[in-house]
């Protein structure tokens, strides 16, 4: 690893010990905006679409990682002094019954509302037809997330993990938000 990697990454494990959350906050914001930048390209649209990337960043600021700070500290407190496999099963089909779908639920309700400005019908409708099988993937690809964030992540680090793998989420959902947005157009 390079000087500047190495003194970067120090600054950031300050940052992280003695500012958690907006540490945690900053860097979701900071990947939802790469993960929807990415999305913006595969999609086709030649130019960045600015007030789209910013609405997504503000998605990952003021609640991707404030909501991932505080789940992770309940699950602690929830799982207290329990180790093992077991209990690593347990937060993972609690995550994934509880968090899970209301996340997915709660980012396909903002992207519609807000970063694309549909009516309510229009999102509610949207909702209805495609979470279903949204949330059935998640259900193949999150658990694997959780298994590995919670059994070999600090505490600390796994916002850090979890909203570095929701960016790579995140490129499936703008990319299903948008696909249905075009064949509507």
Not at 91 to 102: A, D, G, I, M, R
Request: net charge positive; glycine share 8%; proline share 3%.
């Amino acid at each position: 690893m390079s000087e500047i990697a190495q003194e970067a990454w120090r600054k950031y494990l300050i940052q992280l010990q003695a500012h958690p959350l907006r540490t945690k906050a900053i860097t979701a914001g900071v990947l939802a905006g790469c993960s929807d930048t990415i999305a913006q390209k595969i999609s086709g649209i030649k130019r960045l679409q600015l007030r789209r990337l910013l609405l997504i960043v503000l998605y990952g600021f003021a609640y991707g990682g404030p909501f991932g700070h505080f789940l992770h500290k309940l699950m602690d407190i929830i799982f207290k002094g329990k180790k093992g496999n077991r209990t690593v099963a347990m937060k993972v089909l609690l995550e994934q019954l509880t968090t899970s779908p209301w996340n997915n639920m709660f980012f396909m309700m903002y992207y519609g509302l807000v970063v694309e400005g549909r009516s309510w019908s229009l999102v509610k409708n949207k909702v209805r037809k495609d979470y279903p099988s949204v949330q059935l993937t998640a259900w193949k690809f999150w658990p694997i997330v959780g298994y590995v964030n919670y059994q070999y992540m600090p505490l600390q680090f796994r916002v850090l993990f979890h909203s570095f793998v929701a960016s790579c989420w995140g490129i499936f959902l703008n990319l299903k938000a948008r696909s249905v947005a075009i064949k509507k157009a």
